[in-house]
């Protein structure tokens, strides 16, 4: 799934790819959002997407609608929200959504 002939990612999974890669450092998108933007899909399939080819982006950059980072990688993301200064609700490991999401528009 979401793989060209050659074993790549295919034509969405790239799409979904090229618009991680451009979510500036302390901000965030939903998977909800990703599938918005890239005008195909919904959250499951970005959330797919991001499983098979996700690695080489900035995966923790990509969270759930209410602010959760992907299950299992609660850890690593959270030590990435540090380094980016991504705002985080108070007393909580949720990203602040109203203040880091991102409307996929250039710059920050």
């Known amino acids: 799934m ?3 002939e050659e074993g790549g ?3 969405y999974a790239e799409d979904v790819l090229a618009l991680v890669e451009r979510i500036p450092p302390g ?6 959002d990703i599938a918005e933007h ?9 959330g797919s997407v991001m499983s098979a080819w996700g690695g080489g982006v900035p995966w ?4 759930r609608s209410d602010g ?3 299950s299992g990688h609660e850890v690593r993301a959270l030590s990435h929200y540090a380094a980016e200064s ?3 609700r108070p007393g909580s490991d949720r990203v602040d959504m109203r203040k880091a999401r991102w409307d996929g528009a250039s710059g920050a």
Do not use: I, K
């Not at 901000?27 to 909800?32: E, F, L, Q, S």
């Not at 923790?60 to 969270?63: E, G, I, P, S």
């Open 2 to 4: 979401f793989t060209d």
């Open 9 to 11: 990612p295919d034509d």
């Open 27 to 32: 901000r965030v998108m939903a998977y909800g």
């Open 38 to 46: 890239v005008g195909r899909g919904g959250p499951r399939q970005v």
């Open 60 to 63: 923790w950059r990509v969270v």
């Open 68 to 70: 959760r980072p992907a």
């Open 86 to 88: 991504t705002p985080m």
